[in-house]
C-alpha cells in the first residue's frame, strides 16, 4: 500500500504543482486556478504559523508514507525533493524556497489580474 501511495502522491503533487503555475493560462481553470492557489498560500502561511512557513499538508502525508517505507533525510521542501529526483543536482533550500514562493506570486498575480479581467467582460458594456 506504501508503494502505491508514494506514486499516487509523486504523482498527484506534481501535478498540482504544475497547476498551480500554469491554471491561469487557460480561461475555464482560472477560477478553479485562484481558489487552489489560494488555498496553497493559505496552506503556506495560515498553517505555516502552527506547523512552519510553508507548510502543504501533502509534503506532510507524503513524507509519513516515505518514512514508513524507511527513507530517510527529506528535506523540508517539496520542490527542492523533487527538483533534486529531476536533475540530480543538489538544489540549495533557500533557492528553492525563493524560486517557489517567487513563481508563486508571480502565478498567484497573473491569476488574479486575469480573473478580474474575465469577471468585468463578462458584465459587457454599461447601458446595453
Known amino acids: ?55 502543504c499538508p501533502c ?16 528535506p523540508t521542501s517539496y520542490i527542492k525533493y523533487y527538483l533534486d529526483l529531476l536533475t540530480g543536482l543538489d538544489w540549495h533550500p533557500l533557492l528553492v524556497d525563493i524560486l517557489t514562493l517567487g513563481l508563486g506570486i508571480a502565478a498567484l498575480g497573473l491569476s488574479v489580474g486575469l480573473n478580474w479581467r474575465d469577471w468585468r467582460r463578462s458584465r459587457g458594456p454599461k447601458g446595453s
Open 1 to 55: 500500500m506504501y508503494v502505491f501511495l508514494d506514486i499516487f502522491f509523486l504523482v498527484f503533487h506534481a501535478i498540482l504543482i504544475g497547476f498551480n503555475l500554469t491554471g491561469w493560462l487557460w480561461e475555464r481553470t482560472r477560477r478553479i486556478h485562484l481558489v487552489v492557489l489560494t488555498l496553497t498560500f493559505c496552506s503556506w502561511a495560515g498553517l505555516g504559523l502552527f506547523y512552519g512557513l510553508g507548510y
Open 59 to 74: 509534503t506532510d502525508w507524503h513524507w509519513q508514507v516515505k518514512r514508513a517505507r524507511g527513507e530517510i533525510d527529506l
